[in-house]
């Protein structure tokens, strides 16, 4: 496709009565580039075509940080897209004859060789006097098999392409024909993202220092995580997680410190970890602030449960003593 008919392509877009329609109505700059985000999700599609299911254009509204309600609107409002409510799939037409006209290009272009759709020029060298005394044929015979030869040996000719045949991208055909526009990442579940959170060890980190709770919050990471997802559950906050950043965004104010939250999570963790301790085994020792201790001191986390009453840890053999 040549230049002009690319402009023209283009200039009927922008002259769409439909899309001067969602401009007027909507806010012009959001509204179009809504437009485009979608011409440039459905080309990264098999048969340009994509799933308009409700959590995957929330996902797409949250990943371009643009409005969901904006989001339907273009898709639904103006006739822009073709929508099979049944399926849950959308397509654009305008899209479909510009891929069209790029794939009757490409086919072209494979068919004559080369990506310019115009044969090789080949480089002549300069005759020797022996050339000279050989017929026209015989000269383009040996440089053929010149050629051949050097191509064999790995030398690399040099094609001169002509860049006046390659189109100028325009706003359509540079969207549509770069290819370098990844498609969206699937959406996990929330329990996972929030599973996710403890392989993110600098974030944790840095988490548990303004949750205040200290060596509570190291020592308990999984059972934090947990709680937290029945927090989740308890206040039906699932739905608006749908990324990584969502969930850290809400984890953080969940355990900050001081926080009504993190108070309560305190207070539910030190009644998890008491339910674990078998009072049989433990049964001289007591847990204070999630810490194992006797008479007042704290007893290693990996030490042995304390044999009886009378029993002392020593420090410097690690074990029980008397």
Not at 79 to 101: G, H, I, N, T
Not at 116 to 126: L, M
Not at 208 to 219: A, T
Request: hydrophobic letters at 35%; proline letters at 4%; glycine letters at 6%.
């Amino acid at each position: 496709m040549k230049k002009d008919q690319y402009f023209n392509l283009e200039v009927n877009l922008l002259n769409d009565d439909n899309i001067a329609s969602m401009m007027s109505e909507m806010n012009a700059a959001e509204a179009l580039g809504i437009y485009v985000m979608l011409l440039l999700h459905l080309r990264t599609k098999d048969a340009y075509e994509a799933s308009c299911k409700p959590v995957l254009l929330k996902a797409m509204a949250r990943r371009y940080d643009v409005d969901e309600v904006a989001v339907e609107r273009v898709l639904r409002e103006f006739d822009l897209f073709e929508v099979d409510e049944e399926r849950q799939m959308f397509r654009s037409s305008y899209l479909d004859r510009v891929m069209k006209s790029l794939e009757e290009k490409r086919k072209m272009n494979i068919e004559n060789g080369k990506k310019g759709g115009r044969p090789k020029k080949v480089v002549e060298s300069a005759e020797t006097p022996v050339d000279k005394g050989r017929k026209a044929n015989e000269n383009q015979k040996s440089r053929e098999e010149e050629s051949k030869e050097e191509k064999s040996k790995g030398s690399i000719s040099v094609v001169n392409n002509n860049s006046s045949n390659e189109e100028t991208p325009s706003l359509v055909s540079r969207l549509t024909d770069e290819g370098n526009h990844r498609p969206l990442q699937p959406v996990l579940p929330w329990e996972k993202l929030v599973d996710q959170l403890a392989t993110f060890q600098s974030y944790m980190e840095l988490a548990g220092q303004h949750s205040g709770l200290g060596k509570l919050f190291v020592d308990h990471q999984k059972l934090i995580l947990e709680i937290f997802k029945k927090h989740i559950r308890l206040y039906d906050k699932g739905a608006g997680l749908l990324f990584p950043e969502d969930v850290k965004r809400y984890f953080s104010n969940y355990i900050a410190a001081g926080s009504v939250t993190c108070r309560t999570l305190r207070e539910t963790l030190l009644k998890e970890l008491e339910k674990t301790v078998d009072r049989g085994v433990n049964r001289f020792e007591s847990v204070v602030d999630g810490r194992r201790t006797y008479l007042g001191h704290l007893i290693p986390a990996d030490a042995p449960p304390r044999p009886d009453g009378s029993a002392v840890w020593d420090d410097v053999k690690k074990r029980w003593a008397h």
